[in-house]
């Protein structure tokens, strides 16, 4: 076992005779892990406490304690890896470590495989940075989701170079909230916003009934009317504050609730909140280019990012499809 701590050293050992896809079909089992043990893992400290909540998932199950602290050991010593080439590299002036990302570190250690080492870099951004995943229904999504959930995070809010959301973002995200934010600017958004959005959902009926059709378009929009403001503000905290702990650690719970709760209100389909984000983004696109603000390009990966965690969340939160 101690050779699948290391396995760098593993790989350079001469008393077992292995070729190197043998070696490397070993180590990749070994750090495997169920699926239903990192989720109860997502978002957690690394504690003795928690090692024991892994070990009594074990009860009435087929999984074996042993494997449950591998598991969590596993996970433990990855992470304390990643954490420590973090800390050297912010003291390093070497361009090859200020390049190296996340991944480098965990593939380059560890000899993962591409896709398990990316699982392994989603499951440490969450624990490190403690966002909760089982509060206000989030218990419902699973590791799949969630590991999805936070490489779209990851990739639009975050930084491949860090367990850190992108600080610049974050900034630029706060010039967004200060400028969006007035009741005048707002009505304008929402103006050309809803210009796109009543095309979208009205090709997107295929009633032949059109006075049925008008009917739902104008009960829909109405409904929007009433949350559109807040539902964009809802979206500019959630942007400008991730450089606040509490915030980073509500983040789901905050696009639930400031986000998908009150499309749920307005009885939107997930394919009508695509739409609405959608248009959120076309309508800023289209904004000439010298009347685009310098936080133009941030509002629009939080919209993005939005759209992308709403795709996951809404259907599996509300039951609302497509």
């Known amino acids: 076992l101690p050779y699948f701590y290391e396995p760098l050293s593993f790989q350079k050992q001469m008393t077992f005779e292995l070729d190197e896809k043998s070696l490397r079909g070993m180590i990749e089992r070994f750090y495997s892990f169920d699926e239903i043990v990192m989720r109860e893992l997502l978002g957690k400290v690394m504690s003795k406490a928690v090692r024991k909540e892994v070990e009594d998932m074990t009860e009435g199950s087929s999984l074996t304690v ?21 800390a050297a590299k912010s003291s390093s002036s070497s361009s090859k470590a200020q390049s ?8 380059a250690q560890f000899l993962l495989p591409l896709e398990l080492a990316s699982q392994y870099q989603h499951i440490i951004f969450m624990s490190t940075n403690k966002i909760e995943t089982f509060k206000n229904r989030l218990s419902v999504i699973d590791f799949k989701e969630w590991n999805s959930l ?8 975050g930084s491949e170079h860090s367990l850190e959301f992108d600080g610049s973002f974050t900034e630029q995200m706060r010039s967004a909230k200060e400028s969006l934010s007035t009741r005048e600017a707002l009505s304008e958004y929402k103006k050309h916003v809803f210009a796109q959005l009543k095309a979208l959902i009205a090709d997107s009926d295929p009633s032949p009934n059109f006075a049925g059709r008008e009917q739902a378009l104008r009960s829909k929009i109405a409904a929007l009317d009433q ?24 983040l789901f719970i905050d696009v639930q609730d400031k986000v998908l709760d009150p499309c749920d209100k307005a009885d939107l389909s997930l394919e009508q909140v695509i739409m609405l984000l959608g248009s959120m983004d076309k309508a800023f696109r289209q904004r000439p280019k010298q009347w685009q603000p310098i936080w133009g390009p941030s509002w629009i990966k939080c919209v993005e990012g939005i759209k992308m965690v709403t795709i996951t969340m809404y259907p599996k939160l509300f039951g609302r499809h497509a």
């Not at 807040?230 to 905290?237: A, F, P, T």
């Open 66 to 86: 042993k494997s449950a602290r591998r598991q969590f050991d596993n996970l433990k010593r990855v992470m304390t890896h990643v954490q420590q080439e973090l």
């Open 150 to 157: 936070a490489g779209v995070i990851m990739a639009l809010w």
């Open 100 to 107: 190296s990302t996340v991944l480098d570190m965990i593939m």
């Open 227 to 250: 949350t559109f403001n807040g539902i964009v503000k809802g979206m500019l905290q959630i942007g400008s504050a991730l450089q606040e702990l509490r915030e980073v650690r509500d």
